[in-house]
């Protein structure tokens, strides 16, 4: 069995609780509200955040049926930004499946991310702590930026890598943060590793997003559960391409332009785009980022007492990077 099964194999059982407690907290009077957020919810995903949440909990001494119960929390805000996500590139497909925007309309599909919202922070008001509800709101604020950063940016050609980073780190990387920080917080950490797991969620959440950028060009519609490069055609720009036009021929990068400005992405433009991109050494460079921001993750675990919890947000660290999809 290859290890990233047998850690899923290992995690089966928090994954089965977060689960349970993600339709338990998932209430409303409005039966539409329901029927568009356990489409989203239900149809599958890793449950990374939740399950980030916690571990860095568990790491720092504290578990149980609360832990499962907060950690929706973090399904909600990601499913969230993914409602509104797909709206705004007008997606058709998540996770193998029609979006909601597709189904019910983008107006609904908005107002039904607003409810997700909401009720993460209703859950969190529950936990009495002041302290984790501030990293949320943080955190939520960052997104909400880093995704009209990103729109700002769209199509833009000149995308440096530190703007790139930027969008990065406040789309995805700061949830993946956050999760680990407040499950740190819900553990009674220390101030020291309260920080450290902090920032091994940011470094994390950056490998984890570095690694979801270079499969969208690199694996296929049936593990993405959307088209090969469904970022370049909704006018993503990100590190693949980024370090392939820093390096590529006038000629390329005009022809690569044009590509970018089609209302339509023909399968000729997809394959030149692939291979320009490959032999350019875009792909390589984003793995070598990857695993170097996997390396720090992993650095910042070192503050821990050796033990089982820690190994396995070690080998959690290994799977972002390992994945297939």
């Known amino acids: ?25 998932l209430t409303s009077r409005i039966p539409l509200i329901l029927e568009i957020n356990q489409h989203i919810l239900l149809a599958g995903g890793k449950r990374l955040r939740a399950l980030l949440f916690i571990l860095s ?41 029609a979006s909601a925007n597709t189904v019910w309309g983008n107006s609904t599909s908005v107002l039904a991310g607003d409810f997700l919202l909401a009720k993460s922070f209703s859950l ?30 769209n199509r833009n ?12 780190i406040n789309k995805t990387a700061i949830l993946i943060s956050a999760a680990c920080q407040t499950g740190a917080i819900w553990g009674k950490a ?62 390329d990068k005009n022809k690569i332009s044009g590509m970018s400005k089609k209302n339509q992405l023909e399968d000729k433009d997809l394959q030149f785009l692939l291979g320009i991109i490959q032999s350019h050494g875009g792909f390589e460079y984003t793995r070598k980022n990857a695993l170097e921001a996997k390396e720090k993750a992993k650095e910042f675990l070192l503050r821990f007492k050796s033990n ?14 390992e994945r297939k999809n």
């Open 57 to 97: 909990s568990r790491l720092c001494g504290t578990s149980g049926q609360r832990t499962y119960y907060f950690s929706s929390i973090f399904e909600y805000l990601h499913a969230a930004s993914l409602l509104h996500d797909d709206v705004i590139d007008n997606a058709a497909l998540r996770r193998g499946k």
């Open 1 to 25: 069995m290859s290890p990233d099964k047998i850690l899923i194999e290992r995690l089966q059982k928090d994954i089965n609780k977060i689960n349970l407690f993600l339709e338990k907290n």
């Open 190 to 251: 220390t101030l020291e590793e309260e920080d450290a797991l902090a920032r091994y969620g940011l470094e994390l959440g950056v490998a984890f997003q570095l690694i979801d950028d270079l499969l969208d060009y690199t694996s296929t519609k049936k593990f993405l559960g959307k088209p090969v490069g469904s970022d370049f055609r909704e006018g993503k720009i990100t590190l693949p391409l980024i370090y392939t036009l820093k390096v590529c021929s006038e000629k």
């Open 124 to 153: 969190a008001l529950e936990t009495q702590s002041f302290k984790l509800l501030s990293v949320l709101s943080r955190a939520s604020t960052r997104m909400a930026e880093g995704m009209v950063l990103e729109l700002i940016h």
């Open 157 to 168: 050609l000149n995308l440096s890598e530190d703007i790139y980073r930027e969008i990065l």
């Open 308 to 321: 089982q919890n820690r190994q396995t947000l070690i080998d959690m660290a290994d799977f972002v990077v």
